[in-house]
């Protein structure tokens, strides 16, 4: 049986209602606010038969636990994992070229959401991260995705090299992110099926890791800071993709 969860805010509810709106349990409203984005929300949940429950304040940051809900929460059924034996699938039924971020070692809930974010915006195929050193999909992360949490594939491997070596027998390339490639991003080409793989700050990949990628590659930096926050990388990374893609 899935397990149920609170999602909250704005962005978050309305991609989950609009996407998968038979996940949805349960939809808690604020009784106090009537402007016109909560309203245009509640409209959009009704016309999909999703009755909404007008509460006091005190209610809704009950079930938000002291998230900033936005004036609503919903309690939803979880969207199931994909695992490895999923990978063959995603790369089968990608309309084009498939695009997946790896999160090796990702463990803040601020920068895997954050991540999720930007993947979605990327369109990205799937997002792979390990079981183990990885943070979970926790309230935080799904707020901070901004509702990606919910509509983007989420892999998540037992061992994260052996996944890699399936996505290369899948003629998927994979490219590593490390300070000390020679290599730039904007010297690679990313148009073909690629996996990018993004390490955790500060330690970066783990060494099986980066010993499994085809290539190594960095972000030039031009001031005094040794690196970017794996979020803002990722960005950097996944968008020059998505302009040679588009080119």
């Known amino acids: 049986m899935s397990k149920k969860v609170a999602v909250f805010g704005l962005h978050s509810v309305r991609a989950l209602v609009e996407r998968h709106p038979e996940r949805v349990v349960e939809m808690f409203a604020l009784r106090e606010r009537q402007d016109k984005a909560l309203q245009s929300l509640i409209q ?44 063959p699938e995603l790369v089968q039924n990608s309309a084009k070229a498939p695009l997946f971020l790896v999160l090796d070692g990702v463990t803040d809930p601020h920068n895997l959401g954050a991540c999720l ?9 799937a997002v792979i991260v390990p079981k183990d050193k990885s943070a979970s999909l926790n309230p935080t992360v799904r707020k901070v995705a901004c509702g990606a949490a919910e509509t983007m594939p989420l892999v998540q491997v037992t061992n994260l090299a052996r996944a890699l070596k399936q996505l290369q027998e ?34 970066g990949m783990r060494r099986l890791t980066r010993e499994t990628c085809d290539e190594l ?13 794996v979020s803002v990388a990722t960005g950097v990374c996944l968008f020059e993709a998505v302009r040679q893609r588009q080119g």
């Open 44 to 87: 959009t949940a009704q016309k999909l038969g999703i009755r909404p429950q007008f509460v006091p304040k005190q209610t809704l940051e009950k079930k938000a636990e002291g998230g900033n809900h936005q004036g609503v929460v919903v309690v939803a059924l979880e969207a199931p994992l994909l695992s490895d034996n999923d990978l």
């Open 117 to 125: 974010r930007t993947a979605d915006a990327a369109g990205v195929t």
């Open 170 to 203: 899948l003629q998927v390339w994979v490219i590593g992110t490390a300070g000390e490639a020679e290599q730039s991003v904007y010297a690679v080409d990313l148009k073909g099926p690629t996996a990018l793989v993004m390490g955790a700050e500060g330690d």
């Open 217 to 229: 590659i960095k972000i030039p930096l031009l001031g005094t800071v040794s690196s970017l926050n």
